[in-house]
């Protein structure tokens, strides 16, 4: 080995594959780590992975076959389609990529070693471009692989067309990622990097949110319905809306399309290619102008000053009868929620979840002039609770299920403090669960409201929510305690991770115990209707059926924060 | 005020600490030194009740600290070598909460946070968040976090790493008057010169062991060292380099 600053250093310049060669690395020893550790969370990702690509094929299997049906515009359908979908991906990942090209370039722990190395700024690019690809498109990646796996079997693709999708997709998933880069780039030179970090998160959700409620209100449930049109051209302007000959997406798609149709047309495949190479070229370029300064300006400006000290009176006040320990914590948790934009800008994409929900709900084609059967509202009204514990426990998943995982490196205080650690386990529960509870009983009230539901129904609507509502507070928080992320940078990041998965799993097996449970009571009542007879619906049966929902939540809310509790005592951190 | 009794800790099939038994009575400064990965940190860890023991008991102020540890954290500060703290907290935020955390509030609690931030001159940056505090700043917040609730019994990991020199005599100065006053300081250093000054007693811990405790003097008569100063005692019993390795290594 040799150290000395007198001899140059000779020898081959660092390459792209030198640069990865820590991540992929990293990747393989966790991969051992998880096989060696728990082959039942394999199982379990495994169960969940295959079915959840097993639904989502028979999905899209179902629709293409469906669009089949009408060979005038079926194929033109499933291409429109396929556009649209990708464009929703392509700007799902631009989004992500300017987030994950902010840490990859700019905020990164392995960067200070790699920018004081003698590291090539060209190999530097491209190992971190294709880090931050990975990093943003695996997850597209796999949902596009059952819908691709679809339209190879619907349209008979053959052997090779998996080559064909990555020729197409490559370039695809290449674009937004030099684009995403570039503008991130951009922005570290004009505002400090912590500063774009916060406003990117902000840019990136709101847009998600817009996306999402943008598409809902295209009311794509139109689509499905073509004798609401007055013609065929009209139907296919309606189609073409969104997409542009120009765009990438389409070229994407149509070269997709024309391999499945046996159309033998380059050009789309030698648009995508060239365009992306030449935005590598373009973004390269603008890297070797802009980084080292970029990169420079990125070390600075963390922020320094806070806002809010009213609130903050107020909330020391409210919560003044509390125990000086308990007030602190949940002061403390609060501060630190309202201070972190990862964390508080995710209620912006709670805000458009409750809306898109709603409106959903609305948009039901129940009132629509007729009289309303009693059984069908009642049905939907009963459906809907499983609709709204959903969305509850999505949002558990967002706000609860990291809350622990955030106190990250600093449980070396809490585990050292004479803190009771049942005391911060219960604050932690409370101050997600009591705002999840008003969340839920509102969003339940306003769509029984929507779709009149009987008192009877409302009643035990809000009983079962209230019931749900505390136990997915108490397993999202036992799975973060039991599945915890403790080095992470992002909030954002933990609920997609394995024990999230898991969260979501739980809940919704909970959900689903709920609804058999009341279904027998509920469908007694609705029999004895048709049948004419005048029947109590407070029926022993109900109350019984009541009593054991509640019995079942009490218990989904107890055991968890029980072993929870367990699991925090004998952390060791 | 600190007794461990054959304290063992186990990771897998490696000892972290093997058997380590050690009284440090009221009014002592206590170093312990040892090489990287000796089980240093790994021992403060479970006196301050973060780790838990494979075997072995530790009491801190006469109270254990697995059967009791509401009544044995109560009584200790503990300071550990990697400055981390909440981020989004501003510095005088930060010593509040941890008051919290000892059942302490009030005015006389916002009284002893100004002191404190004064005392380690952050009073000018006590309203800005911690994220733009830099190491030593933070170094200096946790110490003052460890002092606020008036502990018996501090537990400092690498004290020094990170402080200014100004900073680094008025922690000694601390830890002097703090012992003086009646209090026990249990720390651990890899400056042979600093524990050499400053600890009435010190322990010297190789692969979990204690190889050798006492004073200096005590330890130079268990390690036959003669007049030896600490740092060619700590390098005989933990083992040096030689030239051949240096010129290699400086390519000579």
Redesign the interface.
């Known amino acids: 080995?040799?150290?000395?600053a007198?001899?140059p250093r000779d020898g081959k310049p660092t390459g792209v594959g030198q640069i990865l060669y820590p991540k992929w690395r990293s990747v393989f020893a966790r991969l051992r780590k998880e096989r060696t550790g728990a082959g039942g969370r394999l199982l379990l990702l495994l169960v969940v992975g295959g079915g959840f690509w097993l639904g989502t094929f028979r999905i899209a299997y179902w629709v293409l076959k469906y669009l089949g049906t009408t060979p005038e515009i079926g194929a033109l359908l499933a291409g429109k389609i396929l556009s649209m979908l990708l464009l929703a991906f392509g700007s799902i990942l631009l989004l992500s990529n300017l987030v994950t090209a902010l840490s990859t370039f700019f905020l990164a722990k392995d960067l200070d070693m790699l920018v004081s190395a003698p590291v090539d700024w060209g190999r530097l690019y491209l190992a971190k471009l294709s880090e931050t690809m990975v990093h943003s498109s695996w997850m597209v990646a796999l949902m596009l692989v059952p819908i691709l796996t679809a339209y190879g079997a619907v349209y008979h693709g053959g052997w090779l067309f998996p080559i064909a999708v990555l020729g197409a997709l490559l370039p695809f998933f290449l674009l937004p990622t030099v684009i995403g880069a570039a503008i991130t780039l951009i922005l570290v030179n004009v505002f400090p990097a912590?500063r774009t970090r916060d406003l990117l998160t902000l840019i990136a959700l709101g847009a998600v949110g817009g996306v999402v409620l943008l598409l809902r209100f295209l009311r794509p449930e139109q689509l499905s319905r073509p004798e609401g049109f007055r013609n065929l051209v009209d139907f296919v302007a309606e189609l073409k809306a969104p997409s542009h000959p120009l765009m990438p997406t389409e070229w994407a798609a149509s070269a997709i399309m024309n391999w499945l149709e046996r159309v033998a047309d380059p050009l789309p495949l030698l648009l995508l290619w060239s365009t992306a190479g030449a935005v590598v070229v373009l973004g390269a370029a603008l890297h070797s102008r802009l980084y080292p300064s970029g990169f420079s300006k990125a070390q600075e400006g963390?922020?320094?000053?806070?806002a809010g000290h009213r609130w903050q009176r107020i909330a020391t006040r409210l919560l003044g009868w509390l125990?000086?320990?308990r007030?602190?914590?949940i002061?403390?948790d609060l501060?630190?929620f309202f201070?972190?934009t990862t964390q508080w800008s995710q209620l912006i994409l709670l805000a458009v979840l409750l809306i898109v929900y709603v409106f959903n709900i609305r948009a039901l084609p129940l009132y629509t002039g007729e009289r309303v059967p009693y059984l069908l509202v009642t049905l939907v009204v009963f459906l809907n609770q499983g609709l709204a514990g959903f969305v509850l426990a999505a949002i558990a998943a967002r706000f609860i299920f990291p809350s622990v995982s955030l106190e990250?490196?600093?449980?070396?205080?809490?585990?050292?403090?004479?803190?009771?650690l049942r005391a911060m386990l219960w604050s932690k529960y409370w101050v997600g669960t009591a705002p999840l509870l008003i969340v839920a009983l509102v969003i339940t009230a306003v769509t029984n409201e929507i779709l009149r539901a009987s008192p009877f129904m409302m009643f035990l609507s809000l009983v079962t929510i209230a019931c749900f509502t505390m136990a997915a507070g108490a397993l999202a928080l036992s799975l973060g305690v039991l599945f915890p992320h403790f080095d992470t940078e992002n909030a954002a990041q933990i609920p997609t991770s394995f024990g999230g998965v898991v969260f979501m799993m739980s809940a919704i097996l909970l959900l689903a115990a709920i609804i058999i449970v009341e279904a027998r009571p509920v469908s007694a009542h609705l029999q004895a209707y048709q049948a004419g007879v005048e029947t109590e619906p407070f029926s022993p049966d109900l109350w019984w059926a009541l009593v054991k929902v509640f019995g079942l939540c009490a218990i989904a809310t107890l055991l968890p924060l029980q072993k929870s509790l367990r699991r925090l005592q004998?952390l060791?951190? | 005020m600190i007794a461990l009794h054959q304290l063992t800790k186990r990771y897998g099939k490696f000892t972290a600490v093997d058997s380590v038994s050690l009284e440090i009575p009221r009014g002592m400064l206590y170093g312990l030194l040892g090489p990287n990965g000796a089980g240093k940190t790994t021992t403060m860890?479970m006196i301050?009740?973060?780790?838990?023991p494979t075997s072995g008991a530790i009491t801190v102020a006469g109270n254990d600290i697995i059967r009791q540890?509401?009544?044995a954290?109560?009584r200790?500060g503990?300071i550990?070598d990697?400055p981390?703290?909440?981020d989004?907290?501003?510095g005088a935020?930060f010593l509040?909460?941890?008051?919290?955390?000892?059942?302490?509030?009030g005015p006389e609690i916002d009284r002893r946070v100004d002191e404190l931030l004064e005392l380690f001159e952050l009073t000018p940056w006590k309203?800005?968040?911690t994220?733009?505090y830099s190491h030593g700043m933070r170094q200096k917040l946790i110490i003052s976090?460890a002092l606020v609730h008036r502990p018996e019994v501090i537990v400092v990991d690498e004290p020094m790493i990170g402080l200014d020199p100004k900073s680094a005599r008025l922690l000694k100065d601390i830890f002097r008057r703090f012992v003086a006053r009646g209090g026990t300081v249990l720390m651990s250093t890899h400056t042979l010169e600093i524990a050499e000054v400053m600890c009435d007693q010190i322990g010297i811990v190789l692969a979990g062991k204690v190889a050798a405790a006492g004073t200096m003097a005590e330890i130079r008569v268990q390690t036959s060292s003669g007049t030896a100063s600490l740092e060619d005692v700590f390098l005989k019993l933990t083992g040096g380099h030689n030239e051949r390795e240096l010129s290699?290594?400086?390519?000579d």
């Open positions: 080995m040799q150290f000395s007198t001899e912590r963390a922020d320094k000053y806070v125990p000086v320990t007030r602190e914590f002061l403390k501060r630190v201070r972190d990250g490196r600093q449980l070396w205080l809490l585990k050292s403090s004479p803190l009771d004998a060791e951190v | 860890r301050a009740g973060i780790l838990r540890p509401m009544e954290k109560q200790l503990f550990p990697r981390f703290v909440y989004k907290l501003t935020e509040r909460f941890v008051a919290g955390l000892y059942g302490q509030s309203h800005e968040l994220e733009s976090s290699a290594i400086l390519g």
